[in-house]
């Protein structure tokens, strides 16, 4: 009996500590990027969820709690994916049918693309959002929110029918197709198969102004309250980019879709996860952990952004946000998350300035035909690229990368090559070579 309590002992004192290191390295991220985000007036909301057990916090200003509800952006066309998969489970149309099935003839769109072109970005179509989406989010002319975006779409692409290039456009027939396949109103169908099945008591189908707790939006680091207009999320973002929601009630959305069937059967999801490219699955983003494929999907829309990844392996969940178009040092926080899910080393250090300062100056990416500057301003390393008005600051990977926080490139030192480094971006590598300061 005594060894009995001693095992006993032993296993409580193994969980306490398990569960301190967790918080540890938590905190660590945490400590990490609060500093750094309270000198650019920005703030961040984390949700992790490991080993089913789920941790929040807030970074920088603004509170962004995981009770804040904000604007998803385009991880609405998860929810828009589901409802297609939904109908193509109840046998009411196929993957494999045109579009020209669902939708009377529109300008630019050849009604013979299929409903998986949609779905995978790969229909070659003409994007409507994106281009003038400041134009439309700052309107003050109320005609602008009568236009059938529709009849705005541009000419296609016919050479892209079958590769992947986002668009919107895609998103926003597919919204129509499920109205027309249910007779009813997209935010309906919306509300009946997905808000209110999951509970998802702070997820609205679009943002107003008035919703509890909503998340002050910022554009250009200006409060841009007094522009939030229904209309535009209703009307304009759509079934490609209107839902607002909250890290709770996304964390229920993630994990009903992934891991239970309220929302679809399995080997659906498993559809959604495989078709596609490498890039796009059915409504869903993918990238890639050392060999382990991720699932979820980014959004950004003026005043919001959202980032999110899910391992289906561990089930380890990733969800970000914050209360303006970019989620600031995104990739880079991710990164620590699934360092901290893999139970590896955060570097609490954003950057050792003597190891890298000589690496210092002007480097040419030839395949791009682009110079940029790596230069140091008040103790911290950023990357330059004069042409686009770029400048992103630089954090430590490990001890021989750096890590752009902007877009997620890396830049590794080659071992006796001071005037040479190699760059990494989104599966692409390449060596960029040091010039001279004239950038000749």
Do not use: W
Not at 115 to 135: A, R, Y
Not at 146 to 173: A, H, S
Not at 409 to 430: E, P, R, V
């Amino acid at each position: 009996m005594k060894t009995l309590k001693q095992f006993t002992v032993i296993i409580i004192l193994c969980m306490q500590t398990i569960g301190f290191s967790q918080e540890k390295a938590l905190e660590t991220i945490e400590n990490k990027y609060n500093s750094l985000l309270k000198e650019q007036h920005k703030g961040v909301g984390v949700l992790v969820k490991k080993n089913k057990q789920i941790h929040t916090f807030s970074m920088g200003d603004f509170n962004l709690n995981e009770n804040k509800v904000f604007n998803i952006g385009s991880a609405t066309k998860t929810f828009t994916a589901v409802l297609l998969l939904q109908e193509i489970e109840k046998g009411n149309l196929k993957l494999t049918d045109s579009i020209g099935t669902f939708l009377t003839p529109i300008k630019n769109v050849d009604g013979a693309l299929t409903i998986e072109t949609l779905l995978t970005h790969q229909s070659g179509l003409n994007s409507v959002i994106g281009k003038n989406i400041e134009v439309a989010f700052y309107a003050k002319n109320d005609s602008i929110y009568n236009i059938n975006l529709l009849d705005k779409i541009g000419e296609n692409d016919p050479d892209m029918v079958g590769k992947f290039e986002y668009c919107n456009t895609n998103y926003l027939l597919l919204g129509k197709i499920i109205e027309k396949l249910t007779d009813r109103n997209y935010f309906d169908v919306l509300r009946e198969r997905i808000i209110e099945p999951l509970q998802l008591k702070h997820t609205y189908p679009y943002v107003y102004k008035n919703i509890p707790n909503l998340a002050t939006p910022y554009h250009k680091e200006k409060d841009v309250t007094e522009y939030l207009d229904y209309r535009y999320f209703a009307t304009i973002a759509n079934a490609a980019g209107s839902i607002a929601s909250t890290l709770t009630d996304m964390e229920k959305f993630y994990t009903s879709l992934f891991e239970t069937e309220i929302l679809l059967k399995k080997e659906t999801v498993q559809l959604m996860m495989n078709s596609g490219s490498k890039y796009y699955g059915l409504g869903l983003m993918k990238s890639n952990d050392n060999g382990t494929v991720l699932y979820g999907h980014g959004g950004n829309n003026i005043g919001y952004s959202f980032s999110n990844v899910y391992n289906p392996i561990t089930k380890n969940l990733f969800l970000a946000f914050s209360n303006t178009r970019k989620v600031p040092f995104d990739n880079a926080i991710k990164n620590d998350v699934l360092l901290y899910f893999k139970d590896k080393e955060i570097k609490m250090s954003t950057i050792d300035i003597e190891l890298f300062k000589k690496y210092v100056g002007n480097y040419l990416l030839k395949e791009a035909n682009m110079v940029f500057e790596i230069l140091i301003e008040n103790g911290k390393l950023y990357l330059f690229v004069e042409a686009q008005g770029v400048k992103s600051l630089l954090l430590q990977k490990d001890e021989t990368t750096l890590y752009d926080t902007t877009v997620g490139a890396n830049l590794t030192i080659i071992k006796d090559n001071d005037n040479a480094l190699t760059f990494s971006q989104n599966g692409f590598t390449t060596t960029i070579t040091r010039v001279n300061s004239d950038k000749n």
